[in-house]
């Protein structure tokens, strides 16, 4: 079964595209760098290590004094986490796996 995005658009499947044609860390950070402001890709990482985190049942207070996340943000990222697309839970499962099976 395909996933259908509901935010789908020739745009979007233009800028996934691209990314995954990145390779390497410096080219992220390039690329990232003229495509978002620094707060924005400060914010998404963040988000992703909130998300590792209740992944891990860490309590929010721990999160929040760890990542500085506000707990709308915590909220916001454990809500996807529950109803979401499962994009956290794909990620979390990869590099699982790559820990694992190095």
Same mark, same amino acid.
């Given at each position: 079964?395909?996933?259908?995005?509901?935010?789908?658009?020739?745009?979007?499947?233009?800028?996934?595209?691209?990314?995954?044609?990145?390779?390497?860390?410096?080219?992220?950070?390039?690329?990232?760098?003229?495509?978002?402001?620094?707060?924005?890709?400060?914010?998404?990482?963040?988000?992703?290590?909130?998300?590792?985190?209740?992944?891990?049942?860490?309590?929010? +207070?721990?999160?929040? @004094? !760890?990542? $500085?996340?506000?707990?709308?943000?915590?909220?916001?990222v454990n809500k996807a986490l529950i109803y979401g697309a499962d994009g956290y839970k794909l990620?979390? +499962?990869?590099?699982? @796996? !790559?820990? $694992?099976?190095?």
């Amino acid at each position: 079964m395909t996933y259908q995005s509901k935010f789908a658009s020739k745009d979007i499947d233009g800028l996934f595209d691209v990314i995954l044609r990145l390779k390497t860390r410096e080219e992220c950070y390039r690329f990232f760098e003229d495509l978002c402001t620094v707060k924005e890709v400060q914010d998404m990482a963040q988000r992703l290590r909130v998300a590792m985190m209740l992944d891990q049942k860490i309590s929010y +207070q721990v999160i929040s @004094a !760890e990542t $500085h996340a506000s707990t709308a943000t915590i909220s916001r990222v454990n809500k996807a986490l529950i109803y979401g697309a499962d994009g956290y839970k794909l990620i979390m +499962q990869k590099l699982n @796996a !790559e820990v $694992h099976h190095p």
